[in-house]
Every structure is written in C-alpha cells, then in structure tokens.
C-alpha cells in the first residue's frame, strides 16, 4: 500500500512538470491583428519633440505602438491618448523597458517640435510625438497602412486620419494593429494584456 501510495505521488509529480514545461501556456491574443508576414519598414526621417532626428534606427530594439493623430483634434486625438497613457500606467517596469509610444502629427504645418513638446508629456513622459515634412509623413504612413488628408473648413482646416493603433517589431518590422470595439473604443485591459503576451513570447 505504502509503495502504491508512493507510485501514485510520484505520477503527480511527473504530471505537473510536464504540464508546466511542456504545454503551452501562452495566453490567446484578445484584440491584436497579427499580420501573416512582417513588413520591413522603408527608411525615413522624422523630428521628435526634442527637435531631434528619428529615424528608422530608432524603431530597432524595442516594440512600438504607432497612432497617427494632430494636437488640434477635438475627440478622438485626445480619448485615444488618454488610452494610450492608462495602458502604460498599467504595463509592469520590465515591459515598458522594452516599449516605446509614438504619436505621429499628421498636421506639421501647425505641430511643430515645439507644440509637440508642450502636448506629448500631458499624457505621459516617457511618450514620443512626431512630425517632419508632409512628403516624410506620407511615406512613413502609407508603409503602415495608415491614410490622412487636409479637410477645409469655414475658418480653418482640419485633418482626417486613420485612427488605429499599429505595432511594429524590435526589428523595425510592421507586426500587426490592435482592433477596435464596433464603438470605435480602445479595450484597455484587452491591450495591456496583449502586449505583455507579445513581448514576453
């Protein structure tokens, strides 16, 4: 009986090591769109809010979450943003090391470095905001996916932008989009959770 009991123990042990080393334990991602094959990035040349140089070099070494917007956006520039800023609150010490926030001005004729450097830290420190000349902008945008265009209005003018959340890889590749709710809403708690699964994997 002892022997038994000992064999019956030993079987449990065995169990659980193999479920743990040899199952996979990866979470389902909940709200990403991965894209079937990485896309390298073409070169380019953008400035920062520090009035500093951003080039495709500086997209290497870390994950990316890229939204395309303008300061002058009235809704939903400012909601995604704030999204943006609840999520890496969120993200653990270890995960932001190994991600970088980037919003791109889609509107450089009025956002220049040194309105960036005024909006970018309201939402949080650590973030990048981006702009450079509209031929820059296009090309850097349309390698992503993402389209904008000048809107004339009674007094001014306006932007319409792509609104998504795209990812890029550590390599400078274009890795995927997160999806929106049919509201057009950001799932905070979705996306913290997908992207510590996708740099952890």
């Not at 870390?62 to 999204?83: E, I, L, N, Q, R």
């Not at 000349?133 to 265009?149: I, P, T």
Request: proline fraction near 6%; glycine fraction near 4%; hydrophobic fraction near 40%.
């Amino acid at each position: 009986m002892k022997i038994l009991s000992i064999i019956l123990l030993s079987a449990i042990l065995i169990g659980g090591i193999v479920y743990k080393f040899f199952l996979p334990t990866e979470q389902p991602l909940v709200t990403t769109l991965v894209y079937p094959k990485a896309k390298l990035l073409p070169n380019f040349n953008l400035i920062d809010h520090n009035a500093k140089s951003f080039t495709h070099q500086q997209l290497k070494g870390k994950w990316s979450v890229v939204f395309f917007g303008f300061t002058y956006c009235p809704d939903v520039c400012p909601t995604t943003m704030a999204a943006l800023s609840q999520i890496a609150n969120k993200l653990p010490p270890e995960i932001m090391k190994q991600l970088q926030f980037v919003f791109v001005s889609v509107d450089p004729e009025r956002d220049t470095p040194e309105r960036l450097a005024q909006y970018i830290p309201f939402y949080h420190a650590d973030f990048i905001a981006l702009t450079g000349d509209d031929k820059q902008l296009q090309e850097f945008s349309l390698s992503l996916g993402a389209v904008y265009m000048k809107v004339p209005t009674d007094e001014s003018y306006t932007m319409s932008h792509s609104s998504r959340l795209f990812i890029i890889d550590p390599k400078g590749q274009r890795y995927g989009i997160f999806s929106k709710s049919d509201s057009g809403a950001i799932n905070i708690v979705s996306i913290t959770q997908d992207l510590e699964t996708i740099i952890n994997q």
